[in-house]
């Protein structure tokens, strides 16, 4: 029963074994159908690990790639002595600053995949899964060994920009891959992008903690894209190419296209959704998206305009040490989050959205005045934004493919996506001056 290349090959297959496959396609839906299930659970959460892993240890990352990736005399496992401050942070600010805020990696790594939403869903059809998936682990691969082997931040920038496009183009590819099979894999799939935060925050900040450089940190996890590239193309099982055929009351069925094949999509087997079909699908699903999307603004607001500004002098820990820890505390709650779908749902996104804007206004107020006597208290609150930040995510998705007529849901996944890229770039436009602004206070 393994899922190999061959296999979702034959789902190009010539139409003439039609007949023979349907008389026995129930029969092996029955026998498999519980093995398929699980392969393909587990194949979802596989990639939605992978697929963020890059773009989380990227942002992690943040810090050491614009002070150069040189981590002060003990790897930051202690406070940093004014002789050894990083050479691109400004001293005259009541804040320890780098000159460049992390809200530049922050747009380095979401630009490029705000773009990739906002064309893919109109034209991404055209190119095959197989094709798209590999752009994806070639891309992720160069990114890391790009940030690794930099000398100044352009390069490391560039090596961030790479891992946007994999992150970008998985995510959309990903997300309308579920449309072909069993809704179950979109919670897998959620619950494997927070695994990706948790444990990209967290293997970064270990590895480092222990005393690898950030160069051999970030070599160390090249393997990550060889993972993706396996779970797709030797873990899934491909769907049935002919699915069940209940009376349809509307259009065609969605087209089962070869998932994993080089061939060009056979358009006649296709939906086709016109452009006014489009609009009125984006229209439908705004009540979710904007929601979406003012989560995101104010939660990487807090993470890539506010974390390197919650600094704690007296604290055990170094500036870049805190950042870390920092980032694997939302991480691990976006995960605990976003692998909850199957016990708690919510409907209302526009709740998530008022409780992270409030969020975010508290610790604005708190790096301003300064007024949180324990770096222990901002442990809880980022724990806090992450729970709502996982929350926000995968219940949007769970509602946008509830209510998708079949015949839209690939498109409808794929167009969902833009929202919190969209709500992230806009983040990091606004982190920059506000980290600027906090920066040249005396």
């Given amino acids: 029963m393994g899922s190999t290349g061959g296999e979702w090959q034959h789902l190009a297959g010539d139409s003439e074994e039609e007949d023979e496959d349907e008389t026995t396609l129930p029969e092996l839906e029955t026998t498999v159908d519980a093995h398929s299930k699980w392969r393909n659970n587990v194949g979802f959460w596989l990639l939605g690990l992978c697929n963020n892993f890059a773009y989380v240890v990227m942002l992690s990352a943040a810090h050491d790639i614009l002070s150069h990736q040189k981590v002060p005399g003990g790897n930051g496992t202690g406070p940093t002595p004014p002789s050894i401050l990083p050479e691109n942070s400004t001293n005259a600010s009541r804040y320890d600053c780098n000159t460049i805020s992390t809200g530049a990696v922050l747009l380095a790594d979401i630009l490029p995949t705000l773009l ?132 349809q009351t509307g259009g065609p069925s969605t087209a089962r296209e070869p998932l994993l094949g080089v061939t060009a999509v056979n358009k006649s087997q296709r939906y086709e959704l016109s452009l006014p ?77 008022v409780l992270q804007c409030l969020n975010m206004v508290f610790l604005l107020a708190a790096v301003y005045f300064m007024f949180l006597p324990s770096i222990y208290l901002v442990f809880i609150l980022i724990l806090y934004e992450g729970l709502l930040g996982g929350a926000g995510y995968v219940n949007t998705f769970h509602c946008v493919s509830a209510e998708s007529q079949p015949e839209h849901r690939e498109f409808a996944m794929g167009v969902a996506c833009v929202a919190d890229t969209l709500g992230i770039s806009f983040s990091g436009a606004v982190a920059i001056p506000v980290h600027n602004y906090f920066c040249h206070l005396p």
């Fill in 116 to 247: 990739i939403k906002f064309s893919a869903p109109f034209c991404i059809h055209w190119f095959p899964y197989g094709l798209r998936v590999a752009i994806c682990v070639i891309s992720a691969l160069g990114s890391f060994l790009i940030v690794a082997f930099s000398t100044g931040p352009v390069q490391s920038l560039t090596g961030v920009v790479l891992a946007s496009i994999s992150s970008g183009l998985g995510e959309i590819t990903f997300l309308a891959l579920t449309s072909f099979f069993n809704s179950a894999v979109v919670s897998a799939w959620s619950s494997g992008t927070g695994g990706a935060g948790l444990f990209g925050a967290l293997s970064y900040l270990g590895l480092t903690q222990a005393g690898l450089s950030p160069q051999h940190t970030l070599l160390s996890m090249i393997v990550v894209p060889i993972i993706m590239l396996g779970s797709y193309f030797f873990l899934l099982v491909p769907p049935p190419r002919h699915p069940p055929r209940p009376v």
């Fill in 277 to 353: 079909e489009k609009g009125q699908v984006v229209r439908n699903l705004l009540k979710y998206l904007f929601p979406l999307a003012v989560v995101y603004f104010a939660e990487y607001f807090i993470n890539q305009g506010l974390f390197e500004l919650l600094y704690f002098r007296n604290a055990p820990l170094s500036h870049p040490q805190q950042y870390r820890w920092y980032q694997m505390l939302y991480q691990a709650g976006v995960f605990i989050s976003r692998s909850s779908a199957s016990c708690i749902r919510i409907r209302h996104i526009w709740i998530l959205a």
